[in-house]
């Protein structure tokens, strides 16, 4: 499975930025993409995931920290996941990385440790 980023970028205080996450080698039907993003210094952190089986979104999870600023979608049709992040903060400024596996990889805590495959990650700078 490979996974390529996009949409990473500065944006000011208040602003919005829309990632992508474009999956390819799926070898099956039921799988999840994670978001997550780490600060120098920082430990990496769960953002939100969504869980897909034959073609239907069957969960969503968000942390805390972006519930409400950012909504994870997917076009299923090709295997894309976006994160639509809104009202973006200075504490928002990370490098931004998606990661894909099997389904139950989507859990709830947003840990990532079930995940197989991750992308090669993509910066977001929000600035004042």
């Known amino acids: 499975v490979q996974l390529v980023e996009s949409g990473g970028g500065s944006v000011q205080t208040g602003g919005s930025l829309r990632l992508s996450c474009a999956a390819s080698?799926?070898?099956?039907?039921?799988?999840?993409i994670g978001w997550f993003r780490q600060a120098p210094g920082k430990e990496r952190e769960g953002l939100s995931c969504?869980?897909?089986?034959?073609?239907?979104?069957?969960?969503?999870y968000y942390a805390d920290s972006v519930r409400g600023r950012f909504t994870i979608s997917s076009d299923v049709a090709k295997t894309t996941v976006f994160l639509q992040m809104d009202n973006l903060q200075f504490e928002d400024t990370a490098t931004y990385y998606c990661a894909g596996g099997w389904g139950y990889a989507c859990y709830p805590s947003l840990e990532g440790n079930e995940y197989t495959s991750w992308g090669q990650g993509t910066q977001v700078t929000v600035f004042s």
């Open positions: 080698g799926f070898p099956f039907a039921d799988w999840g």
């Open positions: 969504v869980h897909v089986n034959d073609g239907t979104t069957r969960s969503t």
